[in-house]
């Protein structure tokens, strides 16, 4: 039998077809009369010489031949989509997609998005808060900021930035608490972000660290790093915040760390691509740009004492 292939158009057909199991909603699919696809079906049949759908009354099956060539051609669409995705990144010069925590999303790169745009008014930055790890030619990402311990294989990585964490809060709590163990008289704001990490670099570990001997450590949880930040901008209570989400407001003075013992976490900020992207020009400018920017941020370490484990 020869190896010619079929009509690309009767493949598609076949595709859909066989995934919906449904002759009338992979014609609505693409945007074809039920007719039409039966007739790409039938052509392509043929080109087999064999039946690749048993039809029954109000429904269809696929025979033994539908079934072996079912995931070749759903494999093969999915990697034409997926190679069609990434030419249209490569052709596309204006637009650019990151994806970061929501923490670091919130706190630190929303509020100087306003800066890359002044300074790149040809480029549309489009960012996607999530915590889920995304396939980046999948998820049509060309930028993302991960952060955690890095296992980065088959992408371009490069660190960004270290973290830290240490007590911070609002300058009126700080005038009472001279000493690390004045923070047992004031509401600990628990940041549940890091317990991924061994050893936590939470408040127990922080006041152990620290000299003082505290259990059971109560206060208000949060999963989200940057709604405990929120909690302590209200001066409600003391958070051992993460560097990266607190640099504007320790800069500003709206919080304050008056304890330079800090520890260091094991995870830390990367930027990724695909291999070899990180030549394209969008995304060079985006790289330089926020290696820039992250400059201060990385000097505040330099104010404190940082313990690692």
Request: contains cysteine.
């Amino acid at each position: 039998m020869p190896d010619r292939l079929p009509p690309l158009t009767a493949l598609r057909a076949f595709e859909a077809a066989a995934r919906h199991m449904s002759f009338r909603d992979a014609a609505d699919e693409l945007a074809v009369t039920p007719a039409a696809l039966s007739y790409q079906i039938k052509s392509l049949e043929e080109h087999l010489g064999a039946p690749l759908f048993r039809r029954l009354n109000r429904a269809v099956e696929l025979t033994e031949a539908g079934r072996a060539l079912l995931p070749g051609a759903s494999e093969g669409f999915d990697q034409l989509r997926l190679a069609w995705r990434a030419t249209r990144r490569i052709v596309d010069d204006t637009t650019l997609t990151i994806t970061a925590g929501p923490g670091f999303t919130a706190k630190w790169l929303a509020p100087r998005m306003f800066s890359f745009a002044q300074a790149n008014p040809d480029i549309d930055l489009r960012v996607s808060a999530s915590l889920r790890i995304m396939d980046l030619p999948r998820d049509e990402i060309d930028v993302a900021i991960r952060f955690g311990r890095g296992q980065d294989e088959g992408l371009f990585s490069t660190p960004l930035l270290d973290e830290w964490v240490s007590p911070i809060m609002v300058p009126e709590i700080a005038e009472r608490v001279r000493r690390p163990e004045d923070l047992l008289n004031e509401t600990l704001i628990h940041d549940d972000s890091l317990n991924f990490l061994n050893p936590w670099p939470g408040w127990a570990l922080w006041l152990e660290t620290a000299g003082v001997t505290a259990s059971n450590l109560h206060g208000p949880s949060f999963s989200q790093a940057d709604h405990a930040v929120d909690m302590a901008l209200e001066g409600s209570g003391v958070v051992l915040g993460r560097a990266s989400l607190c640099d504007r407001y320790l800069m500003s003075g709206r919080l304050v760390a008056p304890f330079r013992l800090s520890l260091a976490t094991e995870a830390h900020y990367r930027f990724i691509c695909q291999e070899g992207a990180e030549e394209r020009p969008i995304i060079a400018r985006f790289r330089a740009w926020l290696e820039e920017e992250i400059k201060p941020t990385a000097a505040l370490a330099d104010t404190r004492e940082i313990v690692r484990f």
